[in-house]
């Protein structure tokens, strides 16, 4: 029988990654999931989730999946800014080059 303290906990964590999803909070987000993988962990301890306590958890794993795509979003997101400032640096290299050949001839 799981704690109930322990889902009441998870709950909490739940309001806690939703407020945190909401605000993008990346590095709040990664804290809050390492509080949940403890939660989960110390919840599985007497073996396989109950039907009602996976029915409990049901909320916390959708919004999990929310923040989950919202992070892969954002790495997207991220690596998309991050070529592109690479192909900028890489033109101004070449123009810079061009410019230094045109210099010496």
């Known amino acids: 029988m799981p704690h109930a303290a322990d889902l009441r906990r998870l709950a909490h964590l739940r309001q806690l990654l939703a407020l945190a999803l909401a605000q993008e909070d990346w590095a709040r987000i990664h804290e809050i999931d390492l509080l949940i993988r403890q939660g ?44 592109s400032h690479t192909e900028h640096q890489e033109g101004r290299r070449a123009y810079s080059l061009a410019d230094s050949v045109q210099a010496e001839g």
Not at 44 to 72: N, V
């Open 40 to 83: 989960l962990l110390r919840l599985c301890e007497g073996g396989e989730f109950a039907p009602r306590t996976l029915a409990e958890l049901a909320p916390l794993k959708a919004l999990h999946g929310q923040a989950l795509q919202a992070c892969s979003r954002e790495c997207k997101r991220l690596s998309d800014l991050l070529e």
